[in-house]
Structures are given as C-alpha cells and as structure tokens.
C-alpha cells in the first residue's frame, strides 16, 4: 500500500527566504507525482506535475524534483513571499496493480511567510 | 483553464436525510473523482468514474454512492446522511490517463455539516 509522507509538517520563515518542502513515498511504481497549494477553506490548486520519466518541474519561483528510485521529490520555493502562506500537498499517481490511477495524497505542510 | 465547479460551498443536513452533492467539468475530461478531507486524515479518495456510466470505489466507499449519467457532471449521494460525514468533499477531474497532461484539476469545495 502506497504510503506518502510531508516534512516538515508546518514551516515559518521571513520573507525573501528560499525553501525546501519534502515529500516521500514507500512505492516507486509511480506513474507521476504532483505538487498542490491549498488555501484555507478552498480547493486545492496544481502547482506541478512531474511525470516518473522525468527528474524536475519548474514554474516561475517553484521547482519540483523527483527521485523516484529513492521515493522521494522536493518543492523548493525561492524568494518567498507572504502570498505563498499555504497548505502544500504531494499526491502521488500510483501505477499497475489494484492502485492504478489512484493518487495517494501526503498529510501536508503547512507554510506561514511572514513579513 | 479547467473549471470544475461544485453545487454548494457551504451545507448543513440532518441526520438521515439523503444529500447530494453535484460536480460540474467543462474540459471534457474522461476521469472524475470524489474526495473527503478530514483534519488529521488528509484526503481520501470516495469513489472514481473513468467514463460515463462507469464506477470504481476508493479507500472509503460505505455510505456512499454515486451517479455519472453524463461526462460533465459526477454527483456524490448519501443515501443516510449521518454526522461522521460532516467533512469537506472535494470533487476532481482529470484527462484520460497515460496522456501528456493528466493533472488532476479540483474544484473549489463543499463543506458539509450534517446535525
């Protein structure tokens, strides 16, 4: 059974500071992993997608990598801001098997940027 | 952009009472899902359609059913409404898997509080 896990489970820096959200996972028969920011009280919203084959993501001030051997990715932010205060969660796409298509989803961390 | 819209923020039923929840895609994508997320437990997955007509469980399907009588709209039914429902469901879409972008796109929420 796919099992992911989010550290830190909460993180508070200044302003201006680069950071580093980790995501792990006990199976590396993935078929891709995906990064989300959750507001609270809203829906969750896709930051990125990377896919097994493939070892980064980036977009804007977010990048994403994958070490599927090792079953593990990092979201690193740089520069952050305030407006980055958020839950951010890693979903992972399990492929074969019973599992197959299912995303199993980490518990979070939880980003406070303070001015 | 991938606008996947939900039929209530906010809802508050009694025990017993059958609910539905109602789930709108407008990018014509094959996969729906049907998520709750509950502090502590993070997101789990319900139920899961790949076509129309067509179902899959998750991890927590007791008490819940579910209709896709067209490929836009996936509703979610408590047949019995009871008060370990009260969570936040999350409803999703996704392309068909194994394509170039197979994101999973949420909508925004609803909160369901059943006395």
């Known amino acids: 059974k796919q099992e992911v896990t989010q550290i830190p489970a909460a993180l508070s820096v200044p302003e201006g500071e680069n950071l580093v959200l980790n995501c792990s996972f006990t199976?590396?028969?993935?078929?891709?992993l995906q990064w989300f920011r959750q507001d609270p009280g809203k829906g969750l919203t896709s930051l990125l997608l990377?896919?097994?084959?493939?070892r980064e993501q980036t977009s804007g001030r977010l990048n994403a990598s994958l070490d599927k051997s090792s079953g593990r990715s990092t979201l690193y932010i740089a520069a952050s801001q305030p407006g980055d205060s958020a839950t951010y969660l890693c979903?992972?796409?399990?492929?074969?098997?019973?599992?197959?298509?299912?995303?199993?989803f980490g518990q979070g961390t939880i980003l406070t940027v303070h001015p | 952009d991938v606008k996947v819209t939900q039929s209530s923020r906010y809802l508050v039923k009694r025990t017993g009472e059958k609910v539905f929840l109602e789930c709108v895609q407008d990018m014509d994508h094959e996969n729906m899902f049907w998520y709750r997320q509950d502090p502590g437990l993070g997101l789990r997955l319900i139920y899961f359609s790949y076509d129309v007509k067509m179902k899959e469980k998750g991890d927590i399907p007791e008490g819940y059913s579910v209709s896709r009588e067209k490929k836009e709209r996936f509703s979610l039914i408590l047949e019995s409404a009871s008060t370990n429902q009260t969570s936040m469901y999350l409803c999703a879409s996704s392309p068909l898997w194994g394509g170039s972008s197979d994101e999973q796109y949420f909508g925004p929420g609803t909160r369901l509080t059943v006395t």
């Open positions: 990377i896919q097994s084959s493939q």
């Open positions: 979903a992972v796409r399990s492929a074969g098997g019973t599992s197959y298509g299912k995303l199993t």
């Open positions: 199976d590396s028969a993935i078929y891709n």
